[in-house]
């Protein structure tokens, strides 16, 4: 539950530095914006593109959950 409420905290966060951005405001401390998993509330390890921690992406990808992501070979 913590870490649910510390991912909701974040969003929240990005979201007004979002509006004060197209406000043409420059954000006060950027480096206080950080980006959470959305599944588990991980700080490290987070790949932008999919809003998820490296761990649950791999989970995701092996059980066939992600569009466009599949286990290479070679």
């Known amino acids: 539950m913590a870490r649910k409420a510390l991912v909701l905290k974040s969003q929240g ?3 007004k530095a979002a509006r004060a951005r197209t406000a043409g405001k420059k954000v006060k401390f950027p480096t206080r914006l950080y ?6 509330g991980r700080p490290q390890g987070y790949i932008g593109k999919f809003d998820l921690c490296r761990i649950c992406v791999r989970e995701k ?14």
């Open 13 to 15: 966060a990005l979201e």
């Open 35 to 40: 980006h959470r998993c959305s599944l588990c």
């Open 61 to 74: 990808a092996n059980a066939g959950e992600l569009m466009w992501v599949r286990k290479s070979s070679w």
